[in-house]
């Protein structure tokens, strides 16, 4: 009993498959059937010669052209590379030797002129100052002295020296006479007569000399004197002069602004003349030294001004200086530019500068973006124009054969190359696509750029 509903159950499901099966079968058929009858009647309408023109009407592709005009010449940008120095750049060092007491500074400081950097021990130094200073009062107390004259005490001294040695000659005159009459008569000897006669002659000596010193002292010092002691102070203020020179270098100090980029000595060191103590650069304002070829010097002058690239970053500068010869290893010549003073906290010398500048090259040819070449066998390059124009058209618009034509690259200029060929000025190039383009293809122009590509 089982067996039979197992059997019935099975029976009905293959026959609904099969059911299923002729249905489909059947719903080909008329659909089969239906194509053929369709296709019948539209040969029966249509003429048996097809048109040519309306199989390739088919196959008709939009692109977009631009109409090329002639350019006689562009301007290219050459870049040419320098370094960031510094203006000034000095190894500052003592004039004399002497012991190190004190530095001021240290490396990477800012200092500005005159900034003291460094000291000498000079303790002997204004010690022999003090000296000089004191030998001067000296000399310029007697000066006054001079200048002012005797006083009248010493005159009057003088005078009275001079009263008292004539008196005292004239008693040795008449002492003289009688001893000579004494001698005439026998009474004394000549030696008592001579020592009368020299004592007189000593007193007359004295009185002449007083006398001298007493009209000295009533005319007053002579000017020889006064200009004598004059130039003997002046050879004292010498002296101090070159004391105080002395000093002074006993003291280092900053010659220009800048900075301390080394420091080679401590205190306590003994260092002789000349001997290196700080390395001083000077950062404001920083210069550039770019090497331009000499058939390119001519393009620039004093005070132009430029825009110097430094590691990506663009700075103002003027040009002040060029040097007027050719560097003998690269044969350039050398522009000094002075970079903008805001430059300086964010530049360092050593830095490499890249100067741009705008060359014009007389060539004719014609700008067509890049997406326009082709590339065709050995390496030469070709771009598609619109050629013959066709009959057909499709949404309106005009169709077009496909003609090549081979070009030179010229120049390149981002996505934009300048090339002359088998252009001609007015033809309009196909601009995209055209991987999937060949020559005598129908195209019609979906969009058409009327200017150049590119302006110069």
């Known amino acids: 009993m089982i067996l039979r509903v197992l059997l019935s159950r099975k029976t009905s499901k293959l026959s609904k498959l099969s059911l299923k099966a002729i249905g489909l079968l059947n719903l080909s058929a008329i659909i089969f059937l239906g194509f053929t009858l369709f296709g019948t009647n539209f040969a029966k309408k249509s003429p048996k010669n097809l048109d040519a023109r309306e199989t390739s009407f088919a196959k008709v592709s939009p692109v977009e052209t631009i109409t090329v005009r002639p350019v006689e010449s562009y301007l290219i940008q050459r870049d040419y590379t320098g370094s960031i120095v510094s203006r000034r750049r000095s190894v500052l060092s003592f004039e004399t030797q002497g012991k190190i007491v004190e530095?001021?500074?240290?490396?990477?400081?800012?200092?500005?002129?005159?900034?003291?950097?460094?000291?000498?021990?000079?303790?002997?130094?204004?010690?022999?100052?003090?000296?000089?200073?004191?030998?001067?009062?000296?000399?310029?107390?007697?000066?006054?002295?001079?200048?002012?004259?005797?006083?009248?005490?010493?005159?009057?001294?003088?005078?009275?020296?001079?009263?008292?040695?004539?008196?005292?000659?004239?008693?040795?005159?008449q002492k003289s006479d009688r001893r000579s009459s004494l001698y005439d008569d026998g009474v004394i000897s000549q030696e008592q007569r001579?020592?009368?006669?020299?004592?007189?002659?000593?007193?007359?000596?004295?009185?002449?000399?007083?006398?001298s010193q007493l009209d000295k002292l009533l005319v007053g010092t002579r000017p020889e004197r006064i200009e004598a002691q004059q130039a003997s102070i002046e050879e004292q203020d010498a002296a101090i002069a070159n004391l105080e020179i002395e000093l002074e270098k006993t003291i280092l100090k900053a010659p220009f602004a800048g900075t301390i980029s080394e420091r080679l000595v401590d205190e306590g060191m003994v260092v002789e003349a000349g001997r290196e103590i700080f390395n001083l650069i000077e950062t404001d304002p920083l210069e550039a030294h770019i090497g331009i070829p000499a058939n390119k010097i001519s393009a620039i002058k004093q005070n132009d001004r430029f825009n110097l690239q430094i590691q990506q970053q663009s700075?103002?500068?003027?040009?002040?200086?060029?040097?007027?010869?050719?560097?003998?290893?690269?044969?350039?010549?050398?522009?000094?530019?002075?970079?903008?003073?805001r430059?300086?906290?964010?530049?360092?010398?050593?830095?490499?500068?890249?100067?741009?500048?705008?060359?014009?090259?007389?060539?004719?040819?014609?700008?067509?973006?890049?997406?326009?070449?082709?590339?065709?066998?050995?390496?030469?390059?070709?771009?598609?124009?619109?050629?013959?124009?066709e009959d057909i058209a499709r949404n309106d618009r005009e169709v077009f054969q496909i003609a090549q034509s081979n070009v030179e690259i010229l120049h390149s200029e981002g996505d934009q190359i300048l090339v002359r060929g088998t252009l001609q000025s007015g033809q309009q190039v196909i601009v995209d696509g055209i991987h999937r383009l060949v020559p005598g293809q129908l195209v019609s122009v979906s969009q058409q750029n009327t200017q150049n590509y590119i302006d110069y």
């Open 194 to 211: 001579d020592e009368a006669i020299k004592e007189a002659t000593t007193l007359q000596a004295q009185l002449d000399n007083s006398q």
């Open 315 to 341: 700075y103002p500068a003027r040009v002040t200086a060029i040097v007027p010869e050719l560097d003998p290893q690269t044969l350039t010549a050398t522009v000094i530019l002075t970079l903008d003073r």
């Open 343 to 389: 430059a300086t906290p964010k530049v360092v010398p050593g830095q490499v500068a890249r100067l741009q500048l705008t060359e014009e090259i007389s060539n004719s040819g014609y700008w067509l973006p890049i997406t326009a070449l082709v590339e065709t066998e050995k390496g030469l390059w070709s771009c598609y124009v619109l050629s013959k124009k």
């Open 103 to 173: 530095i001021a500074v240290d490396r990477g400081d800012r200092v500005e002129p005159n900034t003291p950097l460094a000291f000498l021990d000079n303790r002997a130094l204004k010690t022999r100052k003090r000296e000089l200073l004191a030998r001067r009062k000296q000399m310029v107390a007697r000066l006054k002295e001079l200048r002012a004259g005797s006083t009248t005490e010493t005159i009057a001294a003088a005078q009275a020296s001079v009263r008292q040695l004539e008196q005292e000659l004239q008693l040795a005159r």
